[in-house]
């Protein structure tokens, strides 16, 4: 594992989650930033054999693909390594409980209240776009999520989170996962706009932009 947020990060993760079997490592500088590979979890993985050979720059990032991105990774383990994923780790649809977009599912607090209100306003905008999927919906959904997004990037930028004057950090890739989030919904938005029929009536894509935002929200952790 390579860590781009310096040694102190590095270690913080390797006691957080007792990582015993990997090697744990981090870019001491720019200088040593890689390039046209991967980032972060959400934006794809970097893997690589145990020599140290790489066998994917960029595993499909999970805005983009959801689920299928781990399905893609689980894919490359088994034809390069031989690994194969044990029941527990594989998602499957009767797993209700781990569903983000359950009636039991409520979106944790990020310990700041003005973006836990906040996040209390995109959770009833994306609930409201969930049970009655039309134009209306999605746009009160866009507009709440869109705020959102620019007022909590303007919090991170003032607190120096995620090194955010850097091309290549943990706030470049946060950025880019909420442009991903926000250029679905603005497609949708757009050939919604564009019919005479004011309902979605296809609402598994609007459950995937949902499974989207709300695993951004939970994954934020400081903000």
């Not at 720059?57 to 390594?81: C, M, P, W």
């Not at 031989?82 to 359950?102: C, F, M, N, R, Y």
Request: hydrophobic share 35%; charged share 25%; net charge negative.
């Amino acid at each position: 594992m390579v860590c781009v947020d310096g040694a102190r990060v590095a270690v913080e993760f390797g006691r957080m989650f007792d990582l015993k079997s990997v090697v744990n490592s981090y870019i001491p500088s720019r200088g040593y930033m890689p390039v046209g590979f991967g980032q972060l979890g959400c934006s794809g993985f970097i893997i690589s054999d145990e020599n140290g050979y790489f066998v994917s720059r960029k595993t499909r990032a999970y805005l983009q693909y959801g689920d299928k991105a781990f399905s893609h990774v689980e894919e490359i383990l088994q034809k390069n390594f031989g690994i194969v994923a044990s029941p527990h780790e594989v998602v499957t649809e009767e797993k209700k409980d781990e569903d983000l977009l359950s009636n039991t599912w409520t979106m944790p607090s990020v310990g700041i209240q003005s973006m836990d209100e906040e996040h209390a306003r995109c959770e009833s905008a994306l609930s409201l776009l969930l049970a009655k999927p039309n134009l209306q919906s999605l746009t009160k959904a866009m507009e709440a999520l869109t705020e959102h997004f620019q007022h909590e990037e303007e919090l991170m930028k003032q607190a120096g989170f995620g090194k955010p004057y850097e091309l290549f950090s943990p706030y470049a890739n946060h950025v880019k996962d909420h442009e991903r989030i926000l250029d679905i919904g603005y497609v949708e938005l757009g050939k919604k706009s564009e019919t005479t029929d004011s309902g979605l009536r296809e609402k598994e894509p609007f459950r995937s932009f949902l499974q989207m935002t709300c695993s951004d929200v939970s994954d934020e952790g400081a903000v």
